[in-house]
């Protein structure tokens, strides 16, 4: 690297298998909106471990209520986002990271 160059973040994996460039470790996986919608309900923090098919959160759009699953068993990295808030599709929502055995 050249002095005075900026290092990219790296690439995270997200859920719709896009690569997205976020500061988080290198084995996140980021959640992402699957569409347009509010968030409802966040039922996770920062740092909760998860099981995998455990809630997230909930979005709602046009008066469905669409559920975001834990992909895997793993920890919480950072969550981005409020209930009330509004997102669009692609939206990063969770940030997760598997759990590694041991």
Not at 72 to 80: S, Y
Request: glycine letters at 6%.
């Amino acid at each position: 690297m050249v002095a005075g160059e900026v290092e990219d973040p790296p690439s995270v994996p997200s859920t719709n298998g896009r690569e997205r460039a976020f500061d988080v470790p290198p084995e996140a996986t980021v959640i992402e909106a699957p569409l347009s919608a509010s968030v409802w309900r966040v039922e996770v923090n920062a740092d909760d471990e998860v099981s995998a098919d455990q809630r997230l959160l909930t979005l709602e759009a046009m008066k469905m209520e669409i559920g975001l699953d834990a992909p895997f068993d793993g920890e919480i990295v950072e969550v981005l986002v409020r209930a009330g808030d509004q997102v669009v599709s692609g939206a990063a929502l969770v940030v997760t990271a598997q759990r590694t055995a041991g």
